[in-house]
C-alpha cells in the first residue's frame, strides 16, 4: 500500500504564504512524477504543478511566477510553497504521484486525503 499524506494548508491573507508538503509512504520502488492539483467549490480539479524524478517542472499558468513545487526524492516528499495569494487560490489542494510499487513493480496513480487554503481577510 502507497499513502499520501499533506499538511500545511489553511487560512492566510491576501498576498500571504503558505508551504504545503505531502509525504509517500508504502511499498515503494519509485515514483516518477508528483504534483498538486486543487479544486475549488463547485468547480473541477485543475493541475497546479508537478515535478519529475528530474526535477524537470511544470506550472498552470495561473499561478507561475507565485508558487514553486520542488521534492525531496530522498524523503519522498514533495512541496508547494504558495506566495502572493489570491483569494481565488481558495481552494482543496490534493497531492498527487505516479509510483512504481517495490514488490510487483506495478505503476500506480495515488492521490492524498487533501488540504484545505483559504485566501481570505
Known amino acids: 500500500q502507497v499513502q499520501l499524506v499533506e499538511s500545511g494548508g489553511g487560512l492566510v491573507q491576501p498576498g500571504g504564504s503558505l508551504r504545503l508538503s505531502c509525504a509517500a509512504s508504502?511499498?515503494?520502488?519509485?515514483?516518477?512524477?508528483m504534483g498538486w492539483y486543487r479544486q475549488a467549490q463547485g468547480k473541477e480539479r485543475e493541475l497546479v504543478a508537478t515535478?519529475?524524478?528530474?526535477?524537470?517542472?511544470n506550472y498552470a499558468d495561473s499561478v507561475k511566477g507565485r508558487f514553486t513545487i520542488s521534492r525531496d526524492n530522498a524523503k519522498n516528499t514533495v512541496y508547494l510553497q504558495m506566495n502572493s495569494l489570491k483569494p481565488e487560490d481558495t481552494a482543496v489542494y490534493y497531492c498527487?504521484?505516479?509510483?512504481?510499487?517495490?514488490?510487483?513493480?506495478?505503476?500506480?496513480?495515488?492521490w492524498g486525503q487533501g488540504t484545505l487554503v483559504t485566501v481570505s481577510s
Open positions: 498527487n504521484a505516479d509510483a512504481v510499487r517495490l514488490i510487483s513493480r506495478a505503476y500506480i496513480t495515488v
Open positions: 508504502g511499498s515503494i520502488f519509485s515514483i516518477n512524477v
Open positions: 515535478i519529475n524524478d528530474g526535477s524537470s517542472t
